[in-house]
């Protein structure tokens, strides 16, 4: 790994309600803004939405996959927008220094048409 490596993958081709369903139940994150379209109208959305910390496991898996679980030390996500239904989610990665033995990671989470959802960063080992 060195700076100025890339890494890219489409995790999610297209998101799906039953998805922030199952994530409500793993999570305990019943708010039913993510799950009640009527709801979700109330409070002046077009539709349901994902919880952030969805995106945020969809972007750790993807981190993970790529250094391997034992090799991330420190990973922080700031949520940008909101992910919808039938979005893709696609999350990048760029080693923006390194360091003895490990490396500073810029992330990023967007849709299909390069909207940002997530803005993070990570430290791993090398």
């Not at 490596?5 to 489409?10: G, M, R």
């Not at 679980?69 to 999350?91: K, S």
Request: with cysteine.
């Amino acid at each position: 790994m060195k700076q100025g490596d890339t890494h890219e993958k489409v995790m999610i081709e297209k998101v799906d309600r039953a998805m922030f369903v199952r994530y409500a139940g793993a999570s305990g994150d019943f708010n039913p803004i993510h799950w009640s379209e009527d709801f979700a109208k109330s409070a002046g959305y077009p539709t349901v939405f994902a919880q952030g910390m969805f995106t945020a496991g969809v972007l750790g898996t993807f981190l993970t996959d790529w250094v391997g679980e034992e090799n991330v030390r420190r990973f922080r996500t700031r949520f940008v927008g909101q992910v919808w239904p039938d979005e893709a989610i696609t999350c990048k990665a760029e080693v923006t220094s390194v360091g003895e033995g490990s490396a500073e990671v810029k992330l990023l989470v967007t849709n299909e048409k390069g909207e940002k959802k997530i803005d993070g960063d990570a430290t791993v080992i090398l």
